[in-house]
């Protein structure tokens, strides 16, 4: 069966930067992927498409006035290693829903696209900032069955990782496991495995800040495809391969805040 | 008449902090101020309130099960220099919309609150991440007449201070302009200066990142309760200042994503 995920965490934690050498990798072990931006941002998929921005879903809807007509070829675009991308766009500045977006992207691409059936695994890449009703679209239509998230050990993007706990907690949705992007904060590593201890699911990597990742991202690739026999394409590789395995499907209960500032505090 | 102001930035650049003294020192010239926090994490106001953080409006609303028959007391609770304050509390993750809890959050403060139309200065503090209608309410709802962009010197602030500007070119509100929260990046002062300069509104502070602020933070107060004699107090006194003042009412053009790599790169 389809590997149906979402990649959530705060802006500016890493959840692109992840989700895209992540798809990377898949696409490296032969795997189908189809990696769908849905950040107001729409960068998800840059550094698989040698560093070019593909038109955003509701930029293409919007053009054409409504959704009937559009060709998969215009708004899905096939980048390194045959990853599919796609970007969802962000709702109009001040008077849009984000939800609304995401909804039209995914009824749009099941129409036109059949690789949003046929991929071996289907990546969503979610902003966790504000754990609305919105961004939580591509699980309440049923396209996503287990999510990850993406933290430092700073206090707030520890704080946004549990309110996106309590919001799987609600809707009922498995947490794969937690995803630290090092920010070389103070004990980072105890502090995001604790986390995730107190959380009961796996810390599933530790991921160096590195300059050849924002190095990559300058030249418009991923690491797998610039520096593919760095070390950190190797986490990277690790991580895919970890994606991959099944997990117990564990529904995340949040945590309390107070607990959260004392864990962060160290 | 009243001054309707809403303070605007990505999450965690320092808008509670800015708001609460700013209100804090108007509290201390004199002026009656209402701030009412529209941040999920609903901790706008803990720093007025010697470190206390009161029920959310819609935590009150959800327990009583509707708004009819809750009383002022309730959701509004009085601070330091008598800043009366109000938390809306965030959706319920997952499934509601930020928006909704605004809307309603309001409607009832116009109901059971004289001070929301006595205060001499009402200040909104509001999340940027996401420049959706949600959060556009306050706008909307002609709440605001005119708003204020807390960014630092780095990509993603500036990136979401840009696109808040694109929500405010649509809604046609005004730009007061932009404060510049220090995170000690090079040439940070001069980046935002650039950057305000570019949308056409004055740099109104720049705040030093000072320890002063979490330890008074740390302590459940402001800066201007807790360190009145301070350096950084007298930052944000001379910031009241300028927000009271009247402006030309520049509804900002938003600048171009290439522009803003090219400036915080610097
Ligand atoms: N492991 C890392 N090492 C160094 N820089 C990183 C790393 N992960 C992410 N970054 C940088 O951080 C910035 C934000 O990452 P991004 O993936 O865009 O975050 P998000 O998608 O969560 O908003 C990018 O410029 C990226 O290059
Ligand atoms: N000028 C400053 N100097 C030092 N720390 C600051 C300053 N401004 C904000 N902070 C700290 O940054 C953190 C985030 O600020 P906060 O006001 O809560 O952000 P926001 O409301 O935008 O999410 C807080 O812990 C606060 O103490
Ligand atoms: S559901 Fe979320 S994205 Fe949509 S308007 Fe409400 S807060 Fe904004
Ligand atoms: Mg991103
Ligand atoms: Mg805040």
Redesign the pocket.
Same mark, same amino acid.
């Given at each position: 069966t389809q590997k149906q995920i979402a990649i959530y &965490?705060k &802006? &500016?934690? &890493?959840?692109?930067?992840?989700a895209s050498n992540v798809a990377a990798a898949l696409g490296e072990a032969g795997k189908k992927v189809m990696l769908i931006g849905c950040?107001p941002?729409s960068?998800s998929s840059i550094t698989l498409l040698g560093g070019r921005r593909i038109p955003t879903i509701m930029d293409v809807v919007r053009r054409l006035g409504n959704p009937d007509g559009v060709r998969e070829d215009e708004i899905v675009f096939e980048g390194f290693r045959g990853v599919k991308c796609a970007e969802v766009g962000g709702p109009e500045p001040g008077v849009g829903c984000a939800g609304r977006g995401i909804i039209i992207a995914i009824q749009l691409l099941q129409k036109v696209s059949p690789s949003i059936r046929e991929a071996d695994v289907l990546m969503f890449?979610v902003p966790g900032d504000i754990v609305c009703g919105g961004f939580a679209v591509p699980i309440t239509k049923k396209m996503v069955r287990e999510t990850y998230i993406?933290t430092s050990g700073e206090y707030m993007p520890v704080y946004a990782a549990n309110n996106i706990c309590r919001g799987l907690n609600t809707l009922k949705t498995p947490l794969g496991g937690i995803i630290c992007? /090092?920010r070389e904060a103070a004990n980072e590593r105890e502090i995001v495995g604790r986390f995730a201890e107190a959380l009961g699911v796996p810390l599933l990597a530790c991921?160096?800040?590195?300059p050849i990742?924002?190095q990559c /991202?300058r030249e418009g690739k991923s690491v797998l495809e610039a520096a593919p026999s760095s070390d950190i394409a190797d986490v990277y590789r690790q991580l895919a391969a970890k994606v991959l395995t099944e997990k117990d499907n564990k529904v995340p209960e949040a945590l309390d805040d107070g607990y959260l500032r004392d864990l962060t505090r160290q």
């Open positions: &965490g &802006g &500016g934690i &890493g959840k692109s930067s992840t950040d941002k960068d890449d993406i992007n /090092e991921i160096p800040r590195s990742v924002q /991202e």
